[in-house]
């Protein structure tokens, strides 16, 4: 699984505005609606519920929100780089500015668990977060989320 199979070039945010984590995932599950033909709700309900069992903030500035949903049929990527850092209750207490959202139908036990470890390590490169970090269009971030190196064996 590649990051390419993840998320699409109009599923990458440069722009998210948000104060809160609550509000980035309320902003980001708005987006992913309409990608997605779910509700906005029962997205939002589904991040609420995981963060609820620890949280997703993995440290240096990254989050990787996830849930699985009925209604789809295949793993969705959501991409987003937020203009400030906001708390995350990141295991590093470091604010994240940096939010990858997967959602996967319920079923999905083996491709969620690749789709999460893709994007995990994608993210822990530092040099490819500095680049995402220094990008001001979704373009460019979407290049650089997909470029190689960040495309090895899963």
Do not use: W
Not at 21 to 39: F, N, Y
Not at 83 to 111: C, H, R, T, W, Y
């Amino acid at each position: 699984m590649e990051i390419s199979d993840l998320i699409r070039p109009q599923t990458v945010y440069t722009d998210l505005k948000a104060s809160s984590k609550k509000q980035a995932l309320q902003e980001l599950a708005r987006r992913a609606a309409s990608a997605t033909g779910c509700s906005e709700r029962d997205i939002l309900d589904v991040l609420l519920e995981r963060e609820r069992l620890g949280t997703t903030g993995i440290g240096k500035g990254i989050a990787i929100p996830h849930g699985k949903l009925s209604g789809i049929d295949h793993v969705h990527g959501f991409f987003a780089k937020l203009n400030s850092g906001i708390d995350f209750d990141s295991m590093d207490s470091l604010p994240v500015d940096l939010m990858f959202l997967l959602l996967a139908p319920e079923g999905a036990g083996a491709d969620h668990l690749k789709a999460l470890a893709r994007v995990s390590r994608t993210l822990r490169d530092k040099g490819r977060c500095e680049k995402l970090r220094g990008s001001q269009d979704a373009d460019a971030v979407y290049a650089v989320l997909t470029e190689e190196g960040a495309q090895s064996a899963a």
